[in-house]
């Protein structure tokens, strides 16, 4: 079955880069994203990465996130990572990885930005990190 381990979390200043690393055993073909939930707030989809037969696809951001966020998965490491630049007071939360579906449909603005999709009653999902800005 599908695993997945966060690491790369920890307290930084606004305007700094921290780079958030996944490892996914047990893993193929689909849709892995990152969200994250901040305090009193609901989790949220931020990112996405489609893949298939070992060829990295299309990607999505939220409007928060985008060109400052960047995802990318490794195939031969099993490895998900989401590079952050610039960061915020507003992005400190806790950080999860998520092996959302098994199709491209999993990645569509429509789902993958939905509560549906982060509530994480579907998919597989890693322990979370916290990424603290201060």
């Known amino acids: 079955h599908v695993q997945l381990v966060e690491s790369g979390g920890g307290s930084v200043q606004a305007g700094q880069s921290l780079r958030l690393s996944c490892v996914a055993s047990?893993?193929?073909?689909?849709?892995m994203g990152w969200f994250r939930q901040a305090p009193g707030k609901e989790r949220e989809g931020i990112a996405n990465i489609y893949t298939r037969g070992g060829i990295t696809g299309a990607t999505g951001y939220a409007d928060s996130v985008k060109v400052r966020f960047t995802i990318s998965l490794d195939n031969a490491k099993n490895t998900l990572t989401l590079q952050m630049n610039g960061l915020k007071v507003e992005d400190t939360a806790m950080y999860y990885c998520?092996?959302?579906?098994?199709?491209?449909?999993?990645?569509?603005?429509?789902?993958?930005?939905?509560?549906?999709?982060?509530?994480?009653?579907?998919?597989?999902w890693g322990q979370g990190t916290q990424v603290t800005v201060s």
């Open positions: 998520a092996a959302v579906g098994p199709d491209y449909s999993y990645c569509m603005p429509q789902y993958f930005f939905s509560r549906a999709a982060a509530d994480g009653s579907r998919g597989v």
């Open positions: 047990g893993y193929s073909d689909g849709c």
